[in-house]
């Protein structure tokens, strides 16, 4: 009997965990990964018994050949150009039990980021009402608050996705450009978190509008989630959340939750 349709399920469904018989595994990268412009692609993958054979393929074409160091592990760098890929890593491993060879195939969804420089023009910061301090990506994942500088994590595109009819849209990281920010619409978690951008509008949880501050500063707003309903606010300790909006007319404007937007020159711009 043919048990190779059977491996090839358990090796997809549990990669790295089938003993006894053929395995395999990508170590690296991970399944939507964001990598930042100049940095390397790192490919790891390994099998057992052995590779017969390794091959990798961006979008459907073939990439550059990735070394193999021993029978086992086939590593190196992998070229990739800015922009999302889809990255197929396939392998012909022996198997002992198979009418013939094993040969799995991994897809990894991978983001590389374009330099800083491609939105350098259009790229502001957003400085804090109550104390100056400013939205920072943190760490590709967590957007917080740090002190004001024009470093790339702490600049960010907002990108309108109404045409111009609205101020409506996605703010978009400069130092990532392949992450926005996104409300987690938890009340228990409110940190505005990182997540790769949704450009087809399907995200709501991404999609924030900007509102008049209403306390008289040129170019203070407050931006509110579409998912949500909450507005960026500057939490405790650096922290970046969404909170309830503070909109009731006549109220006294929150400052933790107005914004104002300025170009590397130190301009006040206008959002979206």
């Not at 961006?58 to 922009?83: M, Y």
């Not at 409506?168 to 009340?187: E, F, H, K, T, Y």
Request: charged share 10%; net charge negative.
């Amino acid at each position: 009997m043919d048990r190779q349709p059977y491996a090839a399920v358990v090796g997809a469904a549990l990669v790295g965990l089938v003993s006894g018989c053929a395995s395999y595994n990508i170590v690296s990268p991970q399944d939507n990964t964001t990598f930042r412009n100049g940095s390397t692609v790192q490919v790891d993958a390994t099998a057992t018994p052995r590779f017969i054979s390794f091959s990798v393929t961006v979008d459907a074409q073939p990439a550059g050949s990735v070394s193999c160091p021993s029978d086992g592990e086939c590593a190196g760098p992998l070229a990739l150009s800015a922009g999302k890929h889809s990255v197929a890593f396939s392998a012909v491993i022996p198997c002992w039990y198979c009418s013939s060879n094993y040969t799995p195939s991994l897809t990894r969804s991978i983001c590389v980021a374009q330099s800083p420089t491609v939105y350098g023009a259009s790229a502001v910061f957003a400085s804090a009402s109550s104390d100056g301090q400013v939205w920072t990506n943190a760490s590709d994942s967590t957007a917080m608050v740090s002190a004001a500088s024009t470093s790339a994590n702490n600049m960010w595109r907002t990108y309108n996705l109404s045409g111009g009819l609205q101020s409506v849209g996605l703010i978009q990281s400069l130092a990532n450009d392949c992450l926005c920010m996104q409300s987690r619409n938890d009340p228990s978690n409110p940190g505005v978190q990182l997540a790769w951008c949704d450009f087809s509008k399907s995200t709501p949880t991404q999609i924030w509008e900007s509102w008049p501050s209403g306390n008289g500063t040129p170019g203070a707003h407050r931006y509110k989630n579409t998912g949500s309903q909450n507005c960026i606010t500057e939490g405790a300790s650096g922290a970046l959340e969404d909170r309830t909006c503070d909109l009731s007319t006549g109220a006294v404007p929150n400052p933790s939750q107005i914004w104002t937007l300025k170009n590397g020159a130190g301009s006040v711009v206008q959002p979206f």
